[in-house]
Structures are given as C-alpha cells and as structure tokens.
C-alpha cells in the first residue's frame, strides 16, 4: 500500500475506534509525523493520562505501553510490534531486585521507568531522565538502590549528597557512544554545541554542553542562539530536532547510535494494530497496583 493511502486508512480507523497515537522521539520519522503527540517518557506518560480517548496506540517499546496501561486503566493499550523491547529494561529482574533490597535494608529503590512493570512494582517511586535528579532529592532517605541504568545512576550520584547505590545496567545505543566519537565530531564542527542524553558514560557527559531528556535536548537547541549542535543520543531525535528547529544544524554522534526496537513500529504495523485491535498491552492486577503507586508518585514530585 502506498504511503498516502496507508495515513488515509490509520486516520480513519482512528476516528472509528476513538484511538489517538502517542510517539517517542526515537520512532521512525513518518511515525513521528502521524503521532497526535510526541515526546520524551515523561511527556507520553503525562500524556496517557491526560487523554480522553478510548485507544492508546504507542508507538515506542514495550516499557513505554506498560506504563501508559498502569497510567490509565480504563484505556486500551495498543503496542504495533508487542516484541519491541528495550534491552536496558531487560538487565534487571525481580529476583536480583530483591536480593539488593535485602542487602540495602534502609535504601529506597528508585528505577528508571525504562523498567519492566514487575520491576517497578517493587520499586518505591520511578523516575525518568528529565527529573531523576529532583527524584531522588525529593526522598526521604539516605541510601537510594537505583535500576537498571549504571550511567544515569552516575549522573544522579554527582547531583546528589545520597548515597547512590548502582545496577550494573545500561542502553546499548548510547553506552556506545565513546569519548573519541565526541571529541572527533567536535574537531570537525568546532562551533557546534553538544547535547547529551544521561543514558551515555561519564567520560561522554563530561564533555557536553548540555545533558538532558530528548524534551529537554530539543527546548536547549531551539531556545539557545547557537546554530549548530552534534546530538550525542538516539539519532532518531534530529527529526524532532529539525521540526522545532528547521534553521539549525544537527550532526549526528555516530552512524551506530541507533535503537533497533523503536524502529521496528512502522506504518504498516500501526494501521495493522487499529484494525486488528491488537497487541493489547496487559499487565497482572497486583503489579498494575504496586507499579501505579510507583509512578503516581514519580508524577507527584516537581520539576524545573
Ligand atoms: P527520554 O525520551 O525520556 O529522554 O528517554 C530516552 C530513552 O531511552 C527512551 O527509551
Ligand atoms: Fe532502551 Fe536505549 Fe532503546 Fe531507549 S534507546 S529503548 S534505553 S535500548
């Protein structure tokens, strides 16, 4: 089916069954560009609850469903490709998780939400990169166990006087990401700035300008004078980026700073969803309940 005729199909099916779309940056472009919202984690998972449809179709990985299905109870969850999992999500499990806790009596477990909903269930708040800081600050306790990303922990741990207590996880795509593929790209565009997600190593973030969320990537580069920036995350975000910032220059870090599992949604696979009603994103009532206090809470803390 051509491309104008497959948007033509989602758009009516969306009216049919009342769905809207919601789309992280790092989706494929033209999913981007059918999406009624894009965003980074925080923004879907406000987004999901704010909605008043009856059909969520997330276009974005499995982590992602899960809480926008915990978020919002009374909506159907639709994942386009149910087997677009984040492998950073899958290097924590409820077994170790309570080994650590048992280990860490007095410690306050804070995982990333790019967790599955099991883990969060076990967790006492979620956070995600645009206010793990302000998370962890905001909890009453001097010991934090923090899951499943070892770099973002790092970073909260050098904004933080707790005690940071790692999970030896990490993104692939952006742990990846060296220092020499920086310090080359910066070498030739030496007036760009450059932005980085928390989700790289230390030794990348110290040479950033600027570290935050894809959201936060993309305010910094349009609200700031400068005109050139290289893009140290996901490069599926320049699309984002050029959208808010069509004047801009935006030099990706690496040809390999790609996420396999966003891109496998497409066109063809959200339309085949909305006819389908299919995959619908499930999750056991006892995690949805202790998972929902976990990012109810997150949701509770204030940013900015
Ligand atoms: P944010 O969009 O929340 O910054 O997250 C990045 C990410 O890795 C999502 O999988
Ligand atoms: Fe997971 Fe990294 Fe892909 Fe985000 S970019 S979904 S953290 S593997």
């Keep these: 089916m051509q491309q ?163 999970w030896e996880g990490h993104c692939p795509t952006h742990h990846q990401i060296l220092r020499e593929d920086v310090l080359k790209m910066k070498e030739k565009h030496p007036e760009a700035r450059f932005i980085a997600h928390p989700e790289c190593r230390p030794e990348v973030l110290e040479l950033a300008d600027y570290i935050a969320s894809t959201r936060g990537m993309i305010m910094y580069a349009k609200n700031l004078p400068a005109q050139e920036f290289i893009v140290g995350t996901e490069c599926g975000l320049i699309h984002g980026l050029l959208k808010e910032a069509p004047s801009k220059k935006f030099y990706c870090i690496s040809e390999f700073a790609c996420c396999p599992s966003m891109k496998m949604v497409n066109l063809e696979k959200v339309l085949a969803s909305l006819e389908k009603m299919q995959k619908v994103v499930t999750v056991s009532e006892d995690i949805k309940v202790r998972a929902k206090q976990a990012l109810d809470r997150m949701l509770a803390v204030k940013v900015g």
């Design 4 to 166: 104008v005729e497959l948007i033509k199909r989602i758009k009516e099916l969306k009216l049919k069954r009342n769905a809207v779309i919601l789309a992280h940056y790092y989706s494929r472009p033209e999913v981007q560009d059918i999406a009624d919202f894009v965003g980074d984690s925080l923004g879907l998972s406000q987004e999901a609850v704010r909605q008043s449809a009856d059909v969520i179709v997330f276009c974005g990985v499995h982590f992602m469903g899960e809480s926008a299905a915990i978020l919002s109870p009374d909506k159907t969850v639709l994942l386009p490709e149910i087997d677009a999992t984040c492998p950073m999500a899958d290097m924590v499990n409820v077994e170790g998780l309570k080994k650590e806790k048992e280990k860490h009596p007095d410690a306050l477990v804070v995982s990333y939400v790019n967790s599955s909903a099991a883990i969060k269930a076990e967790s006492y708040i979620c956070c995600t990169s645009a206010n793990a800081v302000e998370v962890v600050n905001s909890l009453d306790a001097n010991e934090i166990i923090f899951v499943p990303d070892k770099n973002l922990a790092a970073y909260v741990a050098a904004r933080t006087d707790k005690k940071v207590i790692p």
